[in-house]
């Protein structure tokens, strides 16, 4: 039986929490706070240039659209939008995607998910700590992607990609960041929890057309995750492999590299995949004692691991300059962004 996990196990009292690991490392790009909350944090100002104060709620309007406003203004209608949500999506329980985009500044999200996300980071580690920590940490990641997928675009001649767990298509996701540069690119989100795929769905329907599908699928199968891409991808052209927050939960290194070798073997020559895996600082006890107890409260497994051991997934792969880094050094387009506590971001090319 499933249990509850990430933050609707952090609004639970601790005798119903889980106690046992995640049954599969494919939920969502929830890696920029749910699993912070368990392993690693970041630090930045808010995506969109939000300041780290500002707490973003949106306005009333429909369910895809909505002004972003400061928190002293009226908070949206959300009985109102909440009538005309997608079959699938609850918006009277915490969604770990709604609350990701509420901290990013987007408008996908209800009170419900600020309320969580207010309770659940009260107590967040790290230099500025709280919501605003967190808000800080995953705006750095999501400024990452850009950057990694805007370089794939540019430099790369790369117009398709298969996005795995990407949580909700919002706020500078894969698509979003392509089309600054190439607006015919194309992409295949994939998410195995249902609720993320309908509301998703629902979220680009009007917007993207064929060459933006969000699909169901699992991390661990490659081959069913790959014949439905094909459905919409040319792989006889180069992909770009987006596996942001994803290999940190394979607690296997050996099944973690098979996996990615099952997807990578299926893309041509050119092809190029980025990943982003939370690190491991072995001189830093303090901190790798505190995210130790966070992991052990959830009762879930996120493995940090060491830059040599992150560059092992990319043994026989070409890796693009600047190698694997920490996520504010990566092609840092803005140096004044306060640094994130680590986490490794690479990109590397098929030969």
């Not at 098979?258 to 939370?278: E, N």
Request: charged share 25%; net charge neutral.
């Amino acid at each position: 039986m499933n249990r509850p996990r990430g933050v609707r196990a952090l609004l639970l009292p601790t005798s119903q929490r889980g106690s046992h690991r995640p049954d599969g490392p494919g939920y969502s790009r929830i890696a920029w706070w749910r699993s912070r909350r368990r392993g690693h944090a970041r630090r930045s100002r808010a995506l969109r240039g939000w300041p780290l104060w500002t707490c973003p709620v949106t306005a009333a309007g429909s369910w895809k659209e909505g002004r972003t406003v400061s928190e002293s203004a009226p908070v949206r209608d959300d009985a109102a939008i909440a009538a005309a949500a997608p079959a699938g999506v609850d918006p009277q329980a915490p969604h770990v995607p709604r609350v990701m985009d509420y901290l990013l500044g987007g408008t996908a999200n209800f009170e419900i998910d600020r309320q969580a996300a207010a309770l659940a980071f009260q107590n967040w580690p790290g230099e500025t700590g709280g919501v605003a920590g967190v808000r800080v940490d995953i705006g750095h990641a999501r400024a990452a992607l850009g950057r990694v997928v805007r370089h794939l675009v540019a430099d790369r001649g790369i117009t398709q990609f298969l996005d795995i767990a990407s949580g909700l298509p919002t706020m500078g996701n894969v698509h979003l960041a392509a089309r600054e540069l190439a607006p015919e690119a194309k992409v295949v989100y994939v998410d195995n929890d249902p609720q993320v795929v309908a509301h998703a769905q629902h979220l680009l329907a009007e917007e993207s057309g064929a060459e933006v599908v969000f699909l169901q699928g699992d991390f661990h199968e490659p081959g069913k995750v790959l014949a439905r891409a094909a459905e919409t991808l040319d792989f006889t052209r180069p992909v770009g492999l987006v596996l942001f927050g994803m290999l940190h939960f394979v607690e296997d290194f050996d099944e973690g590299a098979r996996l990615l070798a099952g997807y990578l073997g299926a893309l041509p020559p050119g092809s190029c995949v980025a990943v982003s895996h939370f690190a491991r600082d072995d001189e830093d006890t303090a901190m790798n004692a505190t995210l130790d107890a966070l992991d052990a409260q959830l009762g879930e497994a996120v493995v940090r691991r060491t830059r040599t051991e992150v560059e092992k997934f990319f043994d026989g792969l070409e890796v693009a300059e600047p190698g694997i880094v920490e996520t504010q050094n990566w092609r840092p387009t803005d140096t004044s962004w306060p640094a994130p506590l680590p986490m490794w971001v690479g990109v590397a090319r098929k030969r």
